[in-house]
């Protein structure tokens, strides 16, 4: 199959990955993809939302062939309906792949040409950003001190370390404590860096 051209925004829950994804989903020749969206989007009266709405009120993560046939029947409905154009268009993937097992499960479909890394190093300040985003989006089992603390080490244990399975030349660190719109700014020199590396390739 052909793959999609992606690029991942990677980093602590909190970090600020929706917000950036939003941001340059924006943009023509972008297509944002937030896993979390996906997976809320199943109804929570059938079986399998209630099931991934437990994975989700405890802290946990959903299993990684779940997520991933659900992501891909999700692009796939997309390219259908039109808002997602793998001619013209980047994946911009936010929540996955997860952990190395989802990395190598989306191999066959995906095409990394960057992996910007948000790095945060206070955990106070994820953890005041992730109770704002539950309040504002009403969703307070996320609220909770000691799911957002199972988050934060699922992510320092089973997905930080998926940075090295991808090339170092890919990754590209970015201070998400600074302002959104510098953090923006230096996503975007990334990804122009990396259309004049293939422009000349």
Same mark, same amino acid.
């Given at each position: 199959?052909?793959?999609?051209?992606?690029?991942?925004?990677?980093?602590?829950?909190?970090?600020? +990955?929706?917000?950036?994804?939003?941001?340059?989903?924006?943009?023509?020749?972008?297509?944002?993809?937030?896993?979390?969206? &996906?997976?809320? *989007?199943?109804?929570?009266?059938?079986?399998?939302?209630? +099931?991934?709405?437990?994975?989700?009120?405890?802290?946990?993560?959903?299993?990684? !062939?779940?997520?991933?046939?659900?992501?891909?029947?999700?692009?796939?409905?997309?390219?259908?309906?039109? *808002?997602?154009?793998?001619?013209?268009?980047?994946?911009?993937?936010?929540?996955?792949?997860?952990?190395?097992?989802?990395?190598?499960?989306?191999?066959?479909?995906?095409?990394?040409?960057?992996?910007?890394?948000?790095?945060?190093?206070?955990?106070? !300040?994820? &953890?005041?950003?992730?109770?704002?985003?539950?309040?504002?989006?009403?969703?307070?089992?996320?609220? +909770?001190?000691?799911?957002?603390?199972?988050?934060?080490?699922?992510?320092?244990?089973?997905?930080?370390?998926?940075?090295?399975?991808?090339?170092?030349?890919?990754?590209? *660190?970015?201070?998400?404590?600074?302002?959104?719109? +510098?953090?923006?700014? !230096?996503?975007?020199?990334? &990804?122009?860096?990396?259309?004049?590396?293939?422009?000349? *390739?």
């Amino acid at each position: 199959m052909k793959k999609y051209n992606a690029y991942i925004l990677f980093g602590a829950p909190g970090c600020g +990955k929706g917000t950036q994804g939003r941001a340059l989903g924006t943009l023509p020749g972008f297509f944002h993809c937030a896993c979390g969206d &996906v997976i809320r *989007s199943i109804s929570p009266g059938t079986p399998l939302g209630e +099931k991934l709405a437990g994975y989700s009120s405890r802290g946990e993560l959903v299993p990684d !062939e779940i997520t991933i046939e659900l992501w891909k029947t999700y692009i796939v409905q997309c390219v259908q309906a039109g *808002s997602f154009n793998p001619e013209a268009d980047r994946l911009l993937l936010d929540g996955i792949p997860r952990n190395t097992s989802q990395a190598r499960l989306l191999e066959d479909a995906i095409h990394v040409e960057g992996v910007f890394h948000l790095q945060c190093d206070n955990r106070f !300040e994820l &953890v005041t950003r992730l109770r704002r985003r539950a309040t504002r989006e009403s969703r307070l089992d996320d609220a +909770k001190e000691e799911v957002i603390l199972r988050r934060l080490e699922i992510f320092e244990t089973t997905t930080q370390p998926l940075l090295e399975f991808y090339q170092p030349s890919v990754v590209h *660190s970015i201070n998400s404590q600074q302002c959104p719109t +510098k953090v923006l700014y !230096e996503i975007l020199g990334h &990804v122009q860096n990396s259309f004049n590396v293939q422009l000349s *390739s």
